[in-house]
């Protein structure tokens, strides 16, 4: 197979004596790819892309990414700038709804959120159904799926319509409850009904943390702190956990279920367990009194794995990771927290931002280093991590459903395979088997 991708409209496919011509298709900030959706029907052959490191899946208008110079904007707009200047629950709006809020769309958004961060009162014994040791991402995503019981209207949705931002405030405010729900059933303490007093983080740290014989009252720091790393997670592109809320959205699937598949894959220590992955690292190296720089060379030689360093879009550096360490270091500092675990860190980084291996191989501290220190700062246990992670994502998650949904030419994913087990074989009856 040739191809030739002249600078034209079109690429031309050459396999054996069939040539192909297909569209290119040119996005926005000039990203190319070729339109292959022909390609099969017309010369029997598919392309193999394991990972799908260089296939699109979708046109989107919501994330843009150059890994290479280290750029991130949601809807155009720069992260640096949204992370300044705007709040979680703005980003929420901006991503879902294509554009900044107006003050009196942000109010109306942010008064229903709090209206519905309750929980029905029967879901109380779902909760009582986990044991204690249940992991919070286990009870995250199968709370979820059990909220639609509650809303048939989610379950019912045709077109996208006027009941649709109420549902998705519905959604954005119920997981923050059922994640503080699900973190003091793991601790044995009664759960603390959300306050339509407070803002969305103070809601989440005070089902976090108050006490029956105590109310916790957050610090404006530790809020904000939490408002940006909820803002910074909130999108980024086509990763697994977004395309795996696409592919299952795609068979029209509903709002919640598509949703609680997009926990399950960001599950994984690979993609959102890495942060706490990146802590567990840091405990064991101080736990057993590592010498970092013997750490480092290990890691050279390939014999240690280290986490929350490198990504695989950001080639240069991941712009959320030089905010969030701003943002730790401003945090530890105004709290006053003696963290032990941060000389270690500090002294993994000052390697990684100074040694020609790293360099060469781009393994700068990424989001995952920077944000479990931030969290662990606020008081977030570490098996609490991924569910962060999940709360912060919800909005792009949705944002990602409705565009699909209000694609009229989407078409429920099918990927293809090249087979590679046995070709036709003779069966033989049980009794006559070697």
Wanted: aromatic content about 8%; proline content about 5%; glycine content about 8%.
């Amino acid at each position: 197979m040739t191809v030739d991708t002249a600078m034209s409209d079109t690429s031309t496919i050459q396999v054996g004596d069939t040539s192909l011509e297909l569209p290119v298709v040119v996005g926005t900030e000039n990203e190319h790819a070729i339109d292959i959706g022909t390609l099969r029907a017309k010369t029997g052959y598919i392309t193999l892309d394991s990972g799908y490191g260089n296939t699109g899946s979708c046109k989107s208008s919501i994330t843009y990414i150059d890994g290479e110079k280290g750029i991130l904007r949601y809807r155009g707009y720069p992260i640096e700038v949204l992370a300044e200047h705007s709040t979680f629950l703005e980003v929420a709006w901006l991503l879902i709804y294509g554009e900044l809020p107006k003050a009196d769309e942000l109010k109306r958004f942010e008064d229903e959120i709090k209206n519905h961060a309750m929980l029905h009162q029967d879901m109380r014994h779902h909760f009582e159904g986990f044991p204690a040791t249940a992991h919070p991402m286990a009870v995250l995503s199968s709370m979820i799926n059990a909220t639609s019981c509650y809303h048939p209207e989610m379950l019912e949705m045709g077109a996208i319509d006027e009941s649709f931002p109420s549902l998705v405030a519905k959604l954005i405010a119920k997981v923050a409850t059922i994640a503080a729900f699900s973190h003091k059933k793991s601790v044995g303490e009664p759960q603390r009904y959300p306050d339509p007093s407070l803002g969305y983080c103070d809601n989440f740290l005070h089902g976090m943390f108050s006490r029956p014989y105590g109310r916790y009252t957050a610090e404006p720091e530790v809020v904000r702190a939490l408002d940006q790393f909820l803002m910074l997670h909130a999108d980024h592109e086509q990763n697994c956990s977004t395309s795996t809320v696409r592919m299952v959205g795609s068979s029209q699937a509903n709002l919640f279920a598509s949703m609680a598949s997009g926990v399950c894959a960001l599950w994984g220590p690979l993609h959102g367990g890495a942060n706490q992955r990146c802590i567990e690292m840091l405990k064991m190296i101080r736990r057993e009194k590592l010498d970092v720089k013997k750490v480092v060379e290990r890691v050279k030689r390939k014999e240690f794995k280290l986490m929350g360093f490198g990504h695989r879009v950001y080639k240069s550096s991941d712009p959320r990771a030089t905010i969030l360490k701003q943002a730790s270091d401003d945090l530890l500092s105004k709290l006053g927290v003696d963290d032990p675990l941060l000389p270690i860190a500090q002294e993994l980084e000052a390697v990684a931002r100074s040694d020609d291996y790293f360099l060469e191989r781009n393994l700068y501290p990424n989001v995952d280093f920077y944000s479990g220190i931030t969290l662990r700062a606020i008081g977030i246990p570490v098996e609490m991590f991924t569910v962060m992670f999940a709360i912060g994502r919800m909005p792009g998650w949705i944002a990602h459903w409705k565009e699909q949904h209000e694609n009229p030419s989407a078409r429920i994913s099918r990927p293809r395979q090249v087979y590679t087990g046995a070709t036709e074989r003779d069966y033989t009856p049980i009794g006559q088997r070697a």
